[in-house]
């Protein structure tokens, strides 16, 4: 296998390599499913334009040359590097073995929805929020209790009252640590004032951590199951080597529960859905992502994506009049707010949201698309899709090399200012 690339002066590696993905049924390339147009630059969807580490990539190598590829179940190594990454990385001491796995997180939500509440069960969750929460609750039969994060001046707060009279009708809660879109880092204080809120009305906390080895200098990941051992009771601790380690594509995670009868529920349940063992090649990644052999890849991965964010926060402040960024200190997604610019141009001060997926596209969003977005051949998710409260905003995926964030940021400025001339 060929040898990674470095700098030499400094020995990071380099991230700026340009690596096309044609051929290879990426699906954040495929313009024509989402009606897209040829030439737009996808920074859409949440995956990495890197290479995923060298010890991972030898690894399946290795074991595709060893020939058999047969069924396969987590090995006592594999439990040694999961729990040796969470407490190298996190300070969090957990016992591996009491991970459940699934084929990715949104799959664990369905699981945990289905085996651990009932039937029409309230289900919190906190939009602008990851689409697939809102699918989970839907589609398992399960009712959404809505609590929308409070926005002033690009900063994102919980509404704790309004939390606790949806906990009195909720049997549990989807917590996005860190927030995606947003980005928002949850510190310490008000997890546990959340988890005191769950505790005190028996609501389960299911914890997506997806993006927790995303975190800038400034902020700080609690990992929620280690508050305290009453909370570790309540809470399922969804995390997944996908996000880190640009392995979306083998559809791997592992769900942390210290309740047994939670265990045994989920791996239940996963069998009911005709499943039972995991894929090889899977567990093959998972095992050399978390081993310790690319804990420096990781370390420089964050600094070059901090980069990323900083030169787009830059280009933001200074050449696009009327859109605005807040960095929140977590994940690798730029929430992008178009309202101020939007609001110049239509005198629009609230903007509607699209009523359903397949409804009327509202008419600001059609400006901000074709006449900014269009012209600056970008494609970036729609806030909206988050939920209402995301309108007006977009989510931009900075872990692309620098060349292609700083030719799309150009363009994107270049657009902005002929939309506020």
Not at 236 to 258: E, H, M, R, V
Not at 372 to 388: Q, R
Not at 401 to 408: F, H, K
Request: with cysteine.
């Amino acid at each position: 296998m060929e040898a990674e690339s470095t700098n030499q002066s400094d020995g990071v590696l380099v991230f700026d390599e340009v690596i096309s993905r044609a051929g290879t049924g990426a699906l954040g390339l495929d313009w024509r499913r989402f009606g897209m147009a040829p030439d737009v630059t996808p920074l859409w969807l949440a995956d990495m334009a890197f290479r995923t580490p060298l010890p991972i990539r030898q690894a399946l190598e290795e074991r595709i040359e060893h020939g058999i590829i047969g069924y396969s179940v987590p090995t006592e190594d594999y439990y040694d590097s999961l729990g040796g990454w969470f407490e190298r990385r996190h300070g969090w001491v957990v016992d591996p073995r009491g991970a459940v796995q699934t084929r990715g997180v949104v799959h664990a939500l369905h699981l945990a929805l289905e085996s651990l509440t009932s039937p029409g069960a309230g289900v919190i969750i906190q939009p602008p929020v990851y689409q697939p929460f809102f699918e989970a609750v839907q589609l398992t039969g399960r009712r959404l209790l809505a609590c929308p994060l409070l926005e002033a001046d690009g900063a994102w707060e919980i509404d704790f009252d309004q939390f606790e009279a949806a906990a009195r009708r909720a049997e549990a809660f989807i917590l996005c640590s860190p927030h995606n879109p947003i980005g928002r880092v949850w510190r310490r204080d008000e997890l546990e004032r959340l988890a005191e809120i769950c505790l005190r009305h028996g609501v389960m906390i299911i914890s997506d951590e997806i993006h927790m080895d995303f975190v800038y200098p400034g902020a700080a990941h609690t990992v929620t199951a280690s508050l305290a051992p009453e909370v570790a009771d309540i809470t399922l601790t969804c995390t997944a080597p996908s996000k880190t380690f640009n392995l979306a594509g083998l559809q791997l995670a592992n769900i942390f529960a210290a309740n047994s009868t939670w265990r045994q529920r989920l791996i239940k349940q996963y069998a009911l859905q005709g499943l039972s063992q995991h894929p090889a090649l899977s567990l093959v990644a998972c095992q050399a992502a978390y081993s310790g052999a690319n804990d420096a890849w990781v370390d420089q991965l964050v600094a070059y994506l901090d980069g990323n964010l900083n030169l787009i926060s830059q280009m933001v402040s200074n050449q696009m009049p009327g859109v605005s960024l807040v960095r929140h200190g977590g994940t690798y997604f730029a929430w992008l707010d178009f309202r101020q610019l939007l609001a110049n141009k239509t005198g629009q001060t609230t903007l509607e949201a699209q009523p359903r997926p397949d409804g009327p596209v509202p008419a600001w969003r059609t400006k901000l698309d074709q006449q900014v977005l269009g012209e600056a051949k970008l494609w970036l998710s729609d806030g909206a899709s988050y939920g209402a409260e995301g309108a007006g905003f977009k989510r931009l995926n900075a872990a692309a090399p620098r060349p292609v964030i700083a030719d799309a940021m150009r363009r994107l400025a270049a657009a902005v200012q002929a939309k506020s001339a």
